[in-house]
């Protein structure tokens, strides 16, 4: 019964900055890794951001030195610290995870997702 609930998306103008939060509850031992997928109407969900367990992150080629990912393991939190934000960054936000409810077997989680739109 585990679930990922986001939070922090809004209408901002381009240049402006958002910071998403994706918090997970339920019967957790472990996040094994996470990560944030837009999806924009028309087009597939892909990923921006994404951080492993040990704290090691990766990122799409259209973000890098714009977004930052990072994830409190105590708070199982993650969130997307999104700066320079530009139109085409609209989308709505999706959380991923991969979590272990106690045994090492991972299941696939994601959040409802939340709307981000960079507009003037």
């Known amino acids: 019964q585990v679930q990922l609930v986001e939070s922090g998306g809004g209408l901002v ?51 890098k030195g714009r977004f930052t990912i990072s994830r409190d393991n105590a708070k199982n939190t993650v969130y997307l610290q999104m700066n320079s934000l530009q139109p085409e960054d609209t989308a709505v936000y999706y959380c991923y995870a991969k979590i272990s409810s106690g045994s090492n077997f991972y299941d696939d989680y994601w959040g409802q997702g939340t709307q981000v739109t960079v507009s003037s």
Do not use: D, H, M
């Not at 031992?29 to 997928?37: H, L, P, R």
């Not at 921006?48 to 040990?54: C, H, K, L, P, W």
């Open 13 to 63: 103008q381009p240049g402006g900055s958002l910071r998403l939060s994706c918090a997970a509850s339920g019967s957790i031992f472990s996040i094994y890794a996470t990560g944030w997928y837009p999806q924009a109407p028309g087009k597939q969900r892909e990923l921006v951001a994404g951080i492993g367990s040990g704290g090691s992150a990766n990122y799409a080629e259209s973000v």
